[in-house]
């Protein structure tokens, strides 16, 4: 049972439009939160009101409207500092995504900092968006790809991690839970690591910020990345957070409007931070939407939000364990409410096309961590990702499912 | 049978199911009919890119007329993969180019048409249109 009442859950439930819809014509089961989440109605509205009413271009403007859009739009920014604590909001860049803040620190910070023979620390369960780049910087330098492997549960080794940091090592890059095993890292821990030879830490935290406060400045990062639509606000906006001292010193890549101070054929300079940053005619009407997300989340509270996704990922673990057969892949004592599982001679693509007839959505496949299954010696997993909306009644629905699955491939 | 023919076969069959688990459930059962790939054409250059599972398709041609076999490691998929043997097998490679592919959203199979990473199906006619092509040149070079 949750803790909360049923007519609070239900009240939530009711907050997210689309899940009431049907699928196949029966009622949607949305367990696929890690790929994205869904969206609160206040968000939607922020959306859409923004081009009923509050549009036009910011930063440039003498006119109210413009004026309106900006001050709101710079609203939104002060508001993601304060959720994640950073020290100011001069140090939030807003981007696409978290794929394109790592692409932004991954091109920036290696141009000026990264040399031949050079290291860059990854982990072995790290999301393609958070090796790539950092890969492709080191193959235009000359420098070399570290990898931190994984312990049996899927926990973050750091006995070896603490051997991988040496006077080659540049920038150490982890994401903050693992999209595919659930796994929460020490990000506190292996930031002091880092630290304690001056290199700096960059943290993919687009599965980060929707299942927990996050405070940029307890854990001492020296940059965070998020993306707004894991976090029930819209695709197409996201973030950076990068200490003051950092985003002074690297370049941009996105240049042209809107990031410059003066321009001449001459010569062109380029203006402050965050705006240095950010090329271009902003996504205001998306970073709307994020400020609804994050007004959501605080409305919400920490509490309820944590209370429901512990409650289900031990409910949902148990009721998995119970079915002979199946496999949890990743069992890390710190768990986001993400599950990977395999059912002994059913291949997952199987599996996932008939549990998705029945109305539920979860994910199949390698979940863009190739080499993290390559290390545990698979092809893919079946993931069920929860978020607070979810029900124990649902989790019921997708065990009935996997004994269907059984049943029929037997 | 001609292509056009098979295909009209197919959707006759399929078409007798109102229940998508039946249509699965036959899907399956088809899959166990597969010409299976022999062992040794399992190699990674008859595997299939685009797929969730891994899926083998291998051809040979014959007196003027290809043949496919294949063999994958879901069940689905080599349902799938039966349906197009079924379709394409025994054709010459001018039929096969020229066939049209639109049946399979007439069998019900709707989902398994949409382009994301999983989809297997795509791939695999890509495959064998692409095979068919090869020995149209060939016979032409002749």
């Known amino acids: ?410 | 049978m001609t292509i056009n023919e098979t295909i009209d076969q197919l959707i006759k069959e399929f078409n007798q199911f109102d229940d998508w688990m039946d249509k699965y459930n036959y899907l399956i059962e088809m899959g166990r009919s597969v010409p299976l790939i022999d062992e040794t054409q399992k190699t990674d250059s008859n595997l299939i890119v685009g797929c969730q599972s891994r899926v083998w398709l291998s051809s040979e041609y014959r007196d003027g007329l290809i043949y496919f076999t294949a063999d994958s490691d879901a069940v689905i998929t080599k349902g799938i993969a039966y349906l197009l043997i079924r379709v394409f097998s025994g054709h010459t490679p001018t039929e096969i180019v020229e066939a049209e592919t639109t049946f399979l959203d007439k069998i019900g199979l709707k989902e398994h048409l949409s382009p994301t990473r999983s989809n297997g199906l795509l791939s695999m006619v890509k495959q064998i249109k692409l095979y068919a092509f090869a020995y149209q040149v060939k016979e032409k070079n002749i």
Request: charged share 20%.
């Open chain 1, 1 to 410: 049972m949750s803790e909360f009442p049923e007519s609070k859950i239900q009240s939530v439930r009711n907050d997210f439009p689309i899940l009431s819809r049907s699928i196949y014509g029966k009622p949607l089961v949305y367990f696929d939160n890690a790929a994205t989440t869904q969206k609160p109605r206040t968000v939607i509205d922020a959306i859409s009101n923004y081009y009923l009413k509050d549009n036009a271009n910011v930063h440039r403007g003498v006119h109210y409207l413009s004026q309106q859009a900006t001050g709101a739009f710079e609203d939104v920014r002060k508001k993601v500092a304060t959720f994640i604590n950073a020290g100011s909001s001069t140090e939030i860049v807003f981007t696409r995504g978290a794929t394109e803040a790592i692409n932004l620190v991954a091109w920036s910070y290696c141009e000026s900092f990264l040399n031949a023979g050079d290291e860059i620390i990854v982990s072995v369960l790290e999301h393609h968006s958070n090796i790539v780049p950092w890969q492709a910087a080191c193959e235009r330098k000359g420098a070399h790809l570290k990898i931190i492997p994984l312990t049996t549960e899927g926990e973050l080794n750091l006995e070896v991690y603490g051997q991988l940091l040496n006077e080659h090592t540049k920038m150490v890059a982890v994401s903050h839970i693992s999209n595919t095993l659930g796994t929460i890292n020490p990000i506190g821990e292996i930031v002091a690591m880092a630290h304690s030879k001056n290199i700096p830490v960059f943290v993919d935290g687009a599965q980060g910020l929707s299942h927990g406060p996050v405070d940029v400045q307890k854990l001492d990062c020296d940059f965070y990345a998020f993306s707004a639509h894991k976090m029930y606000g819209p695709m197409g906006i996201g973030g950076l957070f990068g200490k003051t001292s950092w985003l002074e010193k690297i370049q941009p890549y996105q240049l042209g409007g809107e990031m410059i101070e003066k321009v001449t054929f001459a010569k062109t300079t380029y203006t402050e931070i965050p705006y240095k940053f950010e090329a271009g005619t902003p996504n205001v009407a998306d970073v709307m939407g994020l400020g609804a997300a994050i007004d959501y989340l605080n409305g919400l509270g920490w509490d309820f939000i944590t209370s429901q996704e512990n409650g289900l990922l031990k409910y949902a673990t148990d009721r998995l364990r119970e079915v002979e057969g199946i496999t949890i892949i990743g069992t890390a004592a710190k768990k986001a409410a993400i599950i990977s599982f395999l059912i002994e001679g059913i291949h997952f693509f199987d599996a996932g096309t008939i549990i998705d007839h029945m109305g539920i959505a979860v994910r199949t496949g390698s979940h863009c961590t190739q080499p993290l299954m390559d290390s545990l010696g698979i092809s893919g997993t079946l993931r069920a990702s929860m978020a607070f909306y979810n029900t124990r009644q649902e989790v019921d629905k997708l065990i009935d499912a996997i004994q269907r699955v059984k049943t029929l491939f037997a």
